[in-house]
């Protein structure tokens, strides 16, 4: 599957952002979306993840009651909304595919889109 994330940009600490992660190629109810974030020197983490019926879904708890992954199988969309963001929630954002459960490695998905820029002033 191909993944294409969007909707990254520059918000003030405590605004709002959705990001989109636009799936093709496979059948998108085959996958668990996962949500990952990169910081400048920092390595790769976990943020969300969400299964296909999108009735189990996992956070980070860096980030739990402020954002919400959600998916839209008919469009074949998944998103991320991003309430009261922090000055280090600034950071690439990636939405990954893997088949199978809820998982928070990097290692355990195997498709990858190529990132969208969130950075956050204070």
């Known amino acids: 599957v191909q993944l294409q994330a969007s909707g990254g940009g520059l918000v003030q600490a405590g605004g709002s952002l959705r990001l989109s992660c636009a799936a093709s190629g496979r059948t998108f109810t085959d996958y668990t979306i996962g949500w990952f974030r990169q910081a400048p020197g920092k390595e790769r983490e976990f943020v969300a993840a969400?299964?296909?019926?999108?009735?189990?879904?996992n956070y980070a708890d860096s980030v739990k009651g402020r954002f919400t992954a959600s998916r839209d199988n008919a469009k074949n969309t998944a998103y991320l909304q991003m309430s009261s963001l922090k000055p280090e929630d600034t950071a690439v954002y990636y939405c990954?595919?893997?088949?199978?459960?809820?998982?928070?490695?990097?290692?355990?998905?195997?498709?990858w889109g190529q990132g969208t820029q969130v950075t956050v002033s204070s």
């Open positions: 990954a595919a893997r088949r199978g459960s809820l998982h928070r490695a990097t290692t355990a998905f195997a498709s």
């Open positions: 969400i299964t296909w019926t999108g009735r189990d879904i």
